[in-house]
């Protein structure tokens, strides 16, 4: 794959093109995607992975009493690696092997950067640069260097320590989720303590909309749905998720509210193949044909989701199935909103989301005939220019059928990584709720910044402006998750000084190089760290990890609290709070109970070990933590989908005289099924018959259309980059879309962003196909 950015910044070398060609294997070959999701195949991986000569290792950290390392649908903690939070057993899926399996590589020889230079390691793709192996040893690239090299620890903190001592605007953090939260309360509280907001975190790339919107009309920014609440409900509107890949084990959830009589909307432009039918090793004697998933299926345009539910709206008003008696004493702006649907024509409803009235009065009726509705959402939600007026019409959607305060239904947002949600729950973000600030400015004895830090995206517009000197990432690939890699690579450079702590080496480490100093600092994997540590799930339930040992022999690894609490000391010295103490995570824990709302519990968990849920989040009933006490309902404009024309990209119109085939698409960037985040295990997509990840997946009627033909190389084009040698691949994606694999297509866009969570429009994303070069 060969990537042209259309900017003078940064033009790739020819050899990164060579080096992937060489090793992702691209020429034509044809895989035939199951007609089943999970299966054999999972099983054949498990067998694989665990009867290998890595498998003991793997089976015991399966089993240690800490947090799966993967997605937010949590396992484990002190009732065993195999136990969820109602203590059922055999509760892991592929994705926590996967993520086991790449820690527990070897460690990188002593003499690995000697022999490498940052040329060669910027050709490596996200899977080779994974594959290296742990990172066993401190490191530095300095200014005008060819290479990193190792470094002492003490080197590290003066550099950091003279980093940090700069004005607090221009320094700034950026964590992901698979870091504790120790770790991240202790991050946001040195960050605060030195006068800075700035506290970019992942969660600004995925779910910030999630949070912002249900705060605005729940007055909380979490799920309102524990698991014990969906057991209840007797339907699921599972919106722009592609949970057997992502989230394999709430696919479990879904099979037995089908084996109960219950029923499943699925909304997804792409047709995956694991949302038809699910094979789970949960259910063995279904294991190879699989359990039927979505009762209905609805492929709309990309980011269209909220003209579909305004047209779901529109039918319960006409046909009287709107509660209106829930509406009175639970909601405000009630009026308002049906006013809009009311006056919301057909026509502009069907035209804007591409399905036929008859879809949208079948999932009215769906919803309208069922008790308790659940609603969940992924990214494919969340990835849009309107993301947050998306989920407002989720969220009226649940209000006007009295689907929200009751066991059994409510708002999910089906979050990624395993402790993002923890990471905002210990304020790790730009913009802190009022009642942290008090409780924090009141363990710290003064008052804190006010004024809004920088999120992921604005973090890079301003780098980009040379307005950030400093940055630490714990944990993260802020390079590659970013759209316009070109941009990212050149806002990142413009930093003096980045620190990295990470497990494992990933493209960030070789493309998002500082100005002057690169450090790279190795850290112990989750299941390794010598302290208790804990994380929260996606449905509110805080984990307790218990201490334990790196494979790692010899290595020169430091945990996360280390590291902060050290460097914390060394800024701040012993006032106003003592910052060596916090090296004990227990004390930590002491602290975020003194400070964070709904985790007064965790102060305790030391002694009882006690795993619990946090309060004041799941709503049994409709009593809402908002002003009024009353749910805050939204108006849903439709959003303008109108796509540019070939001309816009700077092709001539298409023509079937086989000269010049092309068309414009709205893409979808999506994970693989052997990816995590921006981690990519596998190659290929097998469930979608994608052989490797320089493939673009279409609509055969889009394809023929335009003059287009299986197999064929073709350039993708954006309006940031250009993607040549590109396969196309025949799936069912709906008519007008098309698929490709980020990270890597982020390459093609400029950032598009949602302008009240600050999150770019990753879902759809406006590409030109074409067959030659122009």
């Known amino acids: 794959m060969t990537a042209h950015n259309r900017s003078d910044r940064d033009t790739p070398p020819p ?51 800490s947090a799966c390392l993967s997605c937010a649908w949590g396992t484990g903690g002190q009732n065993g690696g195999f136990i969820n939070e109602l203590e059922e057993p055999l509760q892991r899926c592929m994705k926590s092997v996967q993520a086991i399996s790449s820690e527990l590589q070897p460690g990188l020889s002593d003499h690995f950067f000697d022999r490498h230079t940052l040329s060669e390691l910027q050709a490596l793709t996200s899977r080779e640069a994974d594959r290296l192996g742990r990172l066993s040893f401190p490191v530095i690239r300095r200014a005008g260097s060819d290479r990193y090299e190792r470094i002492s620890w003490e080197e590290i903190y003066q550099l950091t320590t003279t980093a940090f001592s700069l004005p607090p605007e221009r320094v700034a953090s950026y964590s992901s989720g698979r870091s504790s939260n120790e770790a991240a309360f202790l991050l946001q509280l040195m960050v605060r303590s030195l006068g800075s907001n700035n506290l970019a975190d992942c969660s600004d790339l995925c779910h910030a909309p999630s949070t912002v919107s249900l705060n605005k009309v729940f007055g909380t920014g979490t799920s309102l749905v524990s698991l014990e609440s969906l057991r209840q409900a007797d339907c699921v509107v599972l919106v722009g998720s592609n949970a057997p890949a992502n989230h394999p084990r709430l696919m479990n959830e879904l099979i037995e509210l089908r084996d109960r009589g219950g029923k499943i909307l699925v909304i997804n432009p792409v047709r995956e193949v694991g949302l038809v039918k699910f094979g789970s090793p949960a259910h063995p004697l279904r294991l190879v044909q699989g359990e039927e998933i979505a009762s209905l299926f609805l492929q709309p345009i990309p980011g269209s989701d ?90 009226n959607t649940a209000l006007m059928t009295g689907n929200v305060g009751k066991p059994g239904a409510g708002m999910m947002p089906i979050r990624g990584h ?41 973090l890079i517009e301003a780098a980009d402006a040379s307005e950030v000197d400093t940055l630490l990432c714990l944990g993260g690939n802020l390079y590659a998750a970013n ?20 497990t494992k080496p990933n493209q960030g480490h070789f493309h998002g190089l500082a100005r002057q100093n690169t450090i790279i600092v190795p850290v112990y994997a989750r299941f390794e760290n010598p302290h208790k540590t804990t994380v929260e799930s996606g449905n509110n339930f805080v984990r307790l990890n218990s201490p334990g040992k790196t494979h790692l022999k010899g290595a020169d690894l430091v945990t996360e609290i280390d590291f902060l609490a050290e460097l914390a000391h060394r800024l701040h010295g012993d006032r106003p709070i003592d910052w060596r103490r916090l090296h004990d995570t227990r004390y930590v824990r002491q602290l975020i109970a003194q400070t964070i709302p709904g985790y007064e519990k965790i102060g305790e968990i030391d002694d009882t070990n006690a795993e619990f849920t946090i309060g004041g989040r799941i709503f049994l009933e409709p009593k809402f933590p908002t002003p009024s006490g009353k749910a805050e309902m939204q108006p849903t404009p439709l959003p303008n989908l109108m796509l540019p024309t070939l001309q816009d990209f700077g092709l001539p119109p298409n023509s079937l005289d086989g000269q010049h085939p092309a068309l414009v698409l709205a893409l979808i960037t999506g994970r693989s099924y052997g990816q995590h985040n921006t981690v990519v295990y596998k190659e290929a997509d097998e469930y979608r018959g994608m052989p490797h990840r320089h493939c673009i997946l279409m609509n055969p009627d889009d394809a023929h259309k335009a003059g287009f033909s299986q197999h064929q190389r073709v350039s993708v084009r954006g309006d940031a980059g250009q993607l040549d040698n590109i396969e196309i691949i025949y799936g069912e994606v709906r008519s007008g879309a098309a698929l490709m694999f980020y990270p890597e297509a982020n390459v093609l866009m400029k950032a598009r962003i949602e302008p009240r969570a600050g999150t770019p429009a990753y879902k759809r994303v406006p590409v030109a196909v074409f067959a030659e070069v122009v």
């Open 15 to 65: 050899a990164e093109a060579h080096a992937n060609l060489a090793t992702s294997g691209l020429a034509d070959e044809s895989i035939h995607a199951p007609g089943v999701g999970g299966g054999l195949p999972v099983i054949e991986y498990w067998a694989e992975k665990t009867l290998s000569p890595q498998g003991p290792q793997i089976w015991k950290k399966l089993l240690h009493k």
């Open 306 to 395: 909220l003209a579909l539910f305004v047209g779901i709206q529109k039918v319960l008003l006409e046909r009287g199935w709107v509660q209106f008696d829930f509406l009175k004493a639970y909601t405000e702006n009630w009026q308002g909103v049906i006013d809009q649907v009311a006056a919301t024509e057909w026509e502009a409803i069907i035209a804007t989301c591409g399905l036929t009235l008859t879809e949208i009065v079948a999932a009215a009726e769906m919803i309208h005939s069922s008790q308790n509705v659940v609603f969940a959402w992924a990214m494919g939600i969340t990835h849009q220019a309107n993301s947050v007026d998306n989920i407002f019409s989720i969220a």
């Open 483 to 502: 759209p316009d890699l070109t941009q990212a690579k050149h806002a990142l450079g413009n930093i003096d000084t980045i620190i990295y702590l990470a």
């Open 418 to 458: 395993s402790n993002v949600q923890g990471f905002g729950s210990m304020g790790v973000t730009a913009h802190l709720k009022d009642s942290i600030r008090e409780a924090l400015e009141k363990l710290l004895g003064k008052s804190l910044k006010r004024e809004p830090g920088y999120d992921a995206r604005a």
